[in-house]
Nanobody
C-alpha cells in the first residue's frame, strides 16, 4: 500500500529553520515526482516546491524561492524540504504528494496532478 508520511513540523521563531521529511513506503520512489504543498487556515492549498523523478530538477513557488530547498534520497525513500528564513506567512499544514512520472523530468506545482498524499505536518512560525 502506497503511503507518504510527513514529519519535522513544529513551532519556530521568525527567521528560524525547519527541515520537513516525507517518508515513502509501498512503492518505488524513483518513479515518482514529489511535491510539497501547504494550506493555511481559510486559504487554498498552495504548491510550494516539487522535484522530478529522473533528473531531480526542482521548482519553487515565488514566495519561497531562495529560502526553501527540496531534495530527495531515493535510497532512503525520503524527500526533504529545508525551510530557512521562515516568516509567519509560512505558517500552514504542509503536505507531500506523489505523481507517477517514471524516467521523466516532469514536475508540477499543480495539486490536481498528484495522486497520493500524506496526512500533513503543522508548521507554525511565531514569536
Amino acid at each position: 500500500q502506497l503511503q507518504l508520511v510527513e514529519s519535522g513540523g513544529g513551532l519556530v521563531q521568525p527567521g528560524g529553520s525547519l527541515r520537513l521529511s516525507c517518508a515513502a513506503s509501498g512503492f518505488t520512489l524513483d518513479y515518482y515526482a514529489i511535491g510539497w504543498f501547504r494550506q493555511a487556515p481559510g486559504k487554498e492549498r498552495e504548491g510550494v516546491s516539487c522535484i522530478s523523478s529522473s533528473l531531480g530538477s526542482t521548482d519553487y513557488a515565488d514566495s519561497v524561492k531562495g529560502r526553501f530547498t527540496i531534495s530527495r534520497d531515493n535510497a532512503k525513500m525520503t524527500v526533504y524540504l529545508q525551510m530557512d528564513s521562515l516568516t509567519p506567512e509560512d505558517t500552514a499544514v504542509y503536505y507531500c504528494a506523489a505523481d507517477r512520472q517514471s524516467y521523466s523530468d516532469y514536475k508540477t506545482l499543480r495539486a490536481d496532478e498528484y495522486d497520493y498524499w500524506g496526512q500533513g505536518t503543522q508548521v507554525t512560525v511565531s514569536s
